[in-house]
């Protein structure tokens, strides 16, 4: 486009979506920004929740483990040996 003297701001429809589109992100941004600072604080609480889900999760495969343990040992000294002579 050559360059041109004078005043060549002519009124362009776009121009105006232009400025409500900066306005709308503008808003946008300050909106998201807002919600950011309230989501961050919660980052440390959901890690403590997974530190806690985790060591639950490791206590009920120790029950489990000491549970099947008992069991097999009680089934042991239940059972019979198996010789064909009753």
Same mark, same amino acid.
């Given at each position: 486009m050559p360059v041109m003297e004078g005043v060549?701001?002519?009124?362009?429809?776009?121009?105006?979506?232009?400025s409500t589109k900066v306005q709308t992100n503008s808003g946008n941004i300050q909106? =998201?920004?807002?919600?950011?600072?309230?989501i961050a604080p919660l980052e440390k609480h959901v890690s403590?929740?997974?530190?806690?889900?985790?060591k639950l999760?490791?206590? =009920? @495969?120790?029950?489990?483990? @000491?549970?099947?343990?008992r069991a097999?040992?009680?089934q042991k000294a239940t059972s019979k040996p198996v010789t064909g002579l009753h």
């Open positions: 060549q701001n002519k009124y362009n429809s776009s121009n105006e979506n232009l909106y =998201m920004q807002e919600h950011v600072k309230k403590d929740i997974q530190t806690n889900v985790d999760n490791q206590q =009920m @495969a120790n029950i489990k483990s @000491a549970q099947s343990n097999n040992k009680a």
